[in-house]
């Protein structure tokens, strides 16, 4: 059973350019989030995503966008990247029947450097 | 709004003795509450998870958390370190989202 999977582990960009990243959900899930954690600190939550609609959404600017796809996989968007966007970028998936207290699953992350 | 406080950013243990990681939350409703551990590269694992059944917990590897309403706190307890415990611990508490602490690392000394 394949857990949650992310591409690319790691990423270095410059300032100013804009980077796409992407996550397939464990198997049998629908719904996917994405969090930003800062080196030394815990994740913080983005979005989240359901029948690829943004469902809910954390304290992120408007530079950081995301999709989902009909297969349930989705992308995280960030234009005009800033120093302070570097970052580990980790995606969690969950059954949104379950949710409320339900477990969600976490790939490896994303490591985003912005020179 | 939801949120977590762990009290310690650190803490170091020798093996074979206690391990104690604190951790207290703020809700205005009864809380699912979690510990997650992040292992260096590799994805944050889930420890246990508290739903408001029983109070005590227990999870994985040994490790349990105590749900105490009156106290506000939700400390994750093992009684026997081992070196494969050296990791990042994060509390969490879930609205629709996971709300995560700021992590205790817990470092095990021979």
């Known amino acids: 059973d394949a857990g949650v999977t992310q591409s690319p582990t790691h990423l270095i960009k410059t300032r100013g350019q804009q980077v796409t990243l992407r996550c397939s959900p464990k198997?049998?899930?629908?719904?996917v989030s994405w969090y930003q954690q800062a080196l030394g600190q815990g994740p913080q939550f983005i979005f989240q995503?359901?029948?690829?609609?943004?469902?809910q959404r954390g304290n992120f600017p408007d530079r950081f966008s995301g999709h989902q796809f009909p297969n349930y996989s989705s992308e995280l968007n960030v234009n005009a990247l800033l120093l302070g966007d570097s970052a580990l970028y980790l995606c969690?998936?969950?059954?949104?029947?379950?949710?409320?207290?339900?477990?969600?699953?976490f790939g490896p992350g994303t490591r985003l450097t912005v020179l | 709004a939801q949120s977590v406080t762990q009290l310690d950013s650190h803490v170091s243990v020798s093996e074979g003795t206690p391990v104690l990681l604190r951790c207290n939350y703020s809700?205005?409703?009864?809380?699912?509450l979690f510990w997650y551990v992040q292992h260096p590269n590799k994805g944050l694992q889930l420890l246990l998870k508290?739903?408001?059944?029983?109070?005590l917990v227990k999870g994985i590897n040994g490790f349990e958390a105590e749900f105490k309403k009156s106290e506000t706190s939700f400390h994750l307890t093992k009684p026997s370190a081992h070196m494969s415990d050296a990791a990042e611990y994060f509390c969490?508490?879930?609205?629709?989202?996971?709300?995560f602490g700021a992590g205790t690392r817990l470092a095990v000394h021979p």
């Open positions: 969690a998936s969950t059954l949104t029947r379950d949710s409320g207290g339900s477990e969600q699953f």
């Open positions: 198997s049998g899930h629908d719904t």
């Open positions: 995503y359901y029948e690829e609609e943004e469902r």
């Open positions: 809700s205005s409703y009864s809380p699912s």
């Open positions: 508290y739903t408001s059944a029983a109070t």
């Open positions: 969490v508490v879930s609205d629709a989202e996971l709300i």
